[in-house]
C-alpha cells in the first residue's frame, strides 16, 4: 500500500510539468513597475471542436458564442447563415437557420451576435438583413426590431443603415446593440424594442496636432476635422448586476478606456489601478485589440485580444490575474480569435479562421485564485488568506496574492501585517488605508506619552525665551560685527587653520537663513560684502544631492513611486549635479554677452543658496510621508510645490541682484537660460548618440572581419 501510495505521488508530480509543456504558449502577469513575471498555467487547452465534430459540417467564418448558465452553447455561423446549438458537451440539440414569421418562413442572413436569456428567450444580430430577431425557446418569433431611425430619424444621418453586429440583454429585458457604422454609442431599447437612446459614446482624446491646428486652421479645416468620428465598440455584454462591460477599438481613444464598465447613466465605472491599468499587453506595439469581452462571477472579467490572441483576466479593481492564449497552430492557440464564453468553468474562444471552438479547462492554480477571491467576497477571511498563501507558494511573485492577504487582514484588524502584505503587493491605496488605522491605534495607545512631550517642548521654548536679555543680544550683535569683519578677510582666512575653515562654512551656512527670507539684501552681501565662500556653496550643493538622494530612497511608501531597487547613485547623483553646473555654466555665458556683472564664481554661490528652502522643506517632508496617508497627499505635494517655487524664486533673484538687472531682464535671461539648458542637453543626447552609433559601427566591422579570418 506504501509502494502504490508513493507511486500515485511521483506519478502526480511528474504530470504536472509533462501537461506544462504540452502548453503552447506562456502564462506572466506584471509586476508593480510594470514587468513582466512568469506565473503559473491558470488554463490548458483541452480539445478544439469543429463543425464536423458536432455534425454540422465544416464552420464558415463564425462571429459569437454565447453559453447559457444551464450549459447550452449557441455558435453563431455567419458564413453559413445559421445558429448551432449544443449542450456543454458539443452534442448537437438543432441548427437555427430561420424562422416563420406569420405564414412566411424567413432565414437569417450573415448573423452576427446572439444573446440568449435565462428564460430562453433568443436574441439574434441578423446584420445583413438590418434587423434583430427575437425567438422564444421555441423558435416562435417574439418580435422583429428593426432600424431606429423610423421612430427616431432626428437621432442619425439620412444614409444610416441599421446593421446590428453585437448585443446584450439585461435582467429588465432591455437590450443593448452595437451597430456597424454607429459612433454615437451603444443603441439602447427597452423590453418591447422601442428605442431609447445612446448610451456610453467612447471619448476621443484628440492628439495635441489636433488640438494646435484646431486654433491655427481656417474654418473649412475646422469643419472638416469636426468631422473627425470617435471610435466604435467592438463587443459588449452585461454582469449579474446590469453594468455594461464594453470594448472598444480604434480611433483616438485613450488606451486604459478600450474596456469600460458602464453604469445605468452611461458613466464608465471600471476601476482602474494608478499603475497598471487594465489595457492588456504593456510596452507593446502595436497595443493589444480587444474584440470581446465576458463579465464572469465575483467581477471578475476576461477580455480577448485579437492581435497576439491572449485572453486577459482582471478582478473587479482591475488587478491582473491570468494570462493564456497565443496565435498560432497548435490545440490552444488562434488564427483569428472573435469571442469568449465560459461554461462549467470551462472557457470557449472561438476562432473565425480556423472554424473552430477551442476548450480551455482550469487548473488548480486558477481555482486556488477564484476561491480566495469568492472566500473574500464571502466575508471567510481566515480561508481567504489561507488559499492566497497557497497561490503564493506556487508563484510568490504574484503581487494580487499578497494584496489579498492584505486585505483579509485589514478585515481582521491586523493592520501591520495588512501594511507589510500590501508593500509586497506595491498597493498603495490599501497600504495608506491599513496606516491610517494603525496610525489611530498608536496614537491612542501612546496618547499620554505624546501630551507629556508636547507639554516638555512647550515649557522648555518658553523658558528658554525668557531668558534672552538685553545684554545678550547686545552680545550677539557684537558677535556678528566681529564675524562681518573676519569674513572679509576671507583670502587670510584660507591660510588659517582647518577649524577655521569650518567656523567659515558654518557662519556661511547660518546666514542661509537670511538670503532665503531677505533675498534681495542676502544676495548683495553674498557678493559685494563676502558673506559666503566657495567652501560653503560646495557643501550646500552636497546637502542638496544628498537632500535628492534621501528623497528618492526614503519618502513613504504611499508617496514614493519610485523602484528603490533601481537606485543607481551615481547617475542620481549626476542628475542633480549637471543640471546645476549647466544653470551656472550658461548663466554666467549669456550674462557675460548680456552686460551681466556677476562672475561664475558669484554665481555658483547664489546659484547654490538659492537651493535651500528645497534642503530644508523636503528632508523634514521626507520623515513625516512615512506617517502620512493618501488623504494627506495634498499637503505634501502642497510643501514639495512650495520647496520648488521657493528655489526657483530665489534662482530668480539672485540673477537679478548678482547681475544688478531690471525684473524684465532677469525674466528674459532666465528664460533664455532655461532654453540654453535645453539646447545643450539636445546637443549632448545628439552627440551621446552619434557616438553610439559610431562604436557600433566599428564593431560590425570587426566582427564582420573576425567572420571572414
Not at 473565425?352 to 477551442?358: D, L
Request: charged share 20%; net charge neutral; proline share 4%.
Amino acid at each position: 500500500m506504501a509502494r502504490l501510495a508513493l507511486f500515485l505521488l511521483v506519478a502526480a508530480l511528474v504530470a504536472v510539468p509533462a501537461s506544462a509543456q504540452m502548453v503552447p504558449y506562456a502564462s506572466y502577469t506584471y509586476d508593480y513597475w510594470g514587468v513582466q513575471i512568469p506565473a503559473p498555467q491558470a488554463y490548458v487547452p483541452v480539445r478544439a471542436i469543429s463543425g464536423n465534430d458536432i455534425g454540422v459540417g465544416a464552420l464558415k467564418a463564425p462571429q459569437d458564442i454565447f453559453a447559457t448558465k444551464s450549459g447550452d452553447i449557441y455558435i453563431v455561423d455567419s458564413g453559413n447563415h445559421r445558429i448551432v446549438h449544443v449542450n456543454q458537451r458539443f452534442e448537437l440539440i438543432r441548427e437555427i437557420r430561420g424562422f416563420t414569421n406569420g405564414a412566411k418562413a424567413e432565414r437569417f442572413n450573415n448573423p452576427r451576435g446572439i444573446h440568449v436569456s435565462e428564460n430562453g428567450t433568443i436574441y439574434i444580430a441578423d446584420r445583413d438583413n438590418n434587423r434583430i430577431v427575437v425567438l422564444d425557446a421555441d423558435l416562435t418569433l417574439i418580435r422583429i426590431i428593426g432600424s431606429p431611425a423610423v421612430d427616431k430619424p432626428e437621432y442619425f444621418t439620412k444614409d444610416f443603415r441599421f446593421r446590428p453586429e453585437k448585443l446584450t440583454v439585461d435582467q429588465y429585458g432591455s437590450l443593448f446593440v452595437i451597430s456597424l457604422g454607429v459612433y454615437d454609442g451603444i443603441l439602447e431599447f427597452d423590453d418591447k424594442g422601442v428605442f431609447l437612446g445612446f448610451k456610453g459614446a467612447p471619448r476621443v482624446a484628440p492628439s495635441i496636432v489636433d488640438y494646435i491646428w484646431m486654433r491655427i486652421g481656417t474654418a473649412a479645416q475646422r469643419e472638416r476635422m469636426a468631422l473627425f468620428l470617435p471610435v466604435e465598440h467592438s463587443n459588449l455584454c452585461v454582469d449579474d448586476r446590469g453594468f455594461i462591460y464594453a470594448t472598444a477599438v480604434g480611433g483616438q481613444i485613450k488606451e486604459e478606456e478600450r474596456i469600460r464598465r458602464l453604469n445605468a447613466a452611461g458613466q464608465d465605472v471600471l476601476r482602474r489601478l494608478k499603475h497598471l491599468k487594465p489595457i492588456g499587453d504593456y510596452y507593446a506595439s502595436p497595443p493589444s485589440y480587444f474584440v470581446d469581452v465576458l463579465a464572469r462571477d465575483l467581477d471578475i472579467y476576461s477580455v480577448l485580444d485579437r492581435e497576439r490572441g491572449r485572453i486577459f483576466t482582471y478582478e473587479a479593481d482591475g488587478h491582473l490575474l491570468y494570462v493564456f492564449g497565443a496565435l498560432g497552430d497548435r490545440l490552444g492557440t488562434f488564427h483569428t480569435p472573435v469571442a469568449l464564453a465560459e461554461v462549467d468553468g470551462h472557457m470557449l474562444v472561438l476562432d473565425a479562421m480556423k472554424n473552430n471552438v477551442t476548450v480551455f479547462a482550469p487548473t488548480h492554480y486558477q481555482e486556488l485564485i477564484h476561491g480566495a477571491i469568492g472566500a473574500y467576497h464571502s466575508g471567510r477571511f481566515d480561508e481567504a488568506t489561507e488559499l492566497w498563501k497557497e497561490v503564493l507558494a506556487v508563484n510568490a511573485n504574484f503581487d494580487m496574492a499578497y494584496s489579498g492577504t492584505g486585505r483579509a487582514a485589514f478585515m481582521q484588524g491586523r493592520y501591520a501585517d495588512a501594511m507589510r502584505d500590501f508593500r509586497l503587493a506595491g498597493d498603495r491605496q490599501g497600504y495608506s488605508e491599513a496606516l491610517e488605522f494603525y496610525r489611530k491605534e498608536r496614537i491612542e495607545q501612546y496618547f499620554g506619552w505624546i501630551l507629556l512631550a508636547v507639554a516638555v517642548i512647550i515649557l522648555y521654548a518658553l523658558f528658554a525665551t525668557k531668558k534672552v536679555t538685553e545684554g545678550s543680544v547686545a552680545e550677539a550683535k557684537a558677535q556678528i560685527a566681529a564675524t562681518y569683519t573676519e569674513v572679509r578677510q576671507w583670502e587670510e582666512m584660507q591660510r588659517r587653520s582647518l577649524v577655521i575653515n569650518v567656523k567659515r562654512v558654518l557662519r556661511g551656512l547660518q546666514f542661509a537663513f537670511h538670503v532665503i527670507v531677505d533675498p534681495f539684501d542676502g544676495f548683495w552681501d553674498l557678493k559685494h560684502e563676502k558673506r559666503g565662500n566657495v567652501p560653503t556653496a560646495v557643501t550646500l550643493l552636497i546637502l542638496e544631492v544628498i537632500t535628492y538622494l534621501v528623497m528618492y530612497q526614503y519618502t513613504g511608501f504611499p508617496f514614493n513611486t519610485r523602484n528603490p531597487r533601481w537606485l543607481n547613485i551615481i547617475a542620481e547623483v549626476f542628475s542633480v549635479v549637471s543640471p546645476f553646473m549647466l544653470w551656472c555654466g550658461i548663466n554666467w555665458s549669456l550674462t557675460t554677452l548680456m552686460g551681466g556683472k556677476g562672475n561664475f564664481r558669484d554665481i555658483f554661490i547664489a546659484s547654490t543658496y538659492s537651493l535651500v528652502p528645497f534642503i530644508l522643506i523636503v528632508l523634514p517632508l521626507t520623515a513625516a510621508s512615512n506617517v502620512m496617508t493618501l488623504n494627506e497627499a495634498p499637503y505634501y505635494w502642497l510643501f514639495t510645490t512650495v520647496a520648488i517655487i521657493w528655489s526657483a524664486a530665489l534662482l530668480f533673484f539672485s540673477t537679478m541682484v548678482i547681475h544688478e538687472y531690471s525684473t524684465g531682464q532677469a525674466a528674459a535671461v532666465s528664460l533664455l537660460i532655461v532654453v540654453g539648458i535645453a539646447v545643450a542637453l539636445f546637443i549632448a543626447l545628439l552627440f551621446a548618440d552619434m557616438f553610439l552609433q559610431f562604436i557600433g559601427f566599428f564593431r560590425e566591422i570587426y566582427r564582420e572581419y573576425s567572420l571572414r579570418l
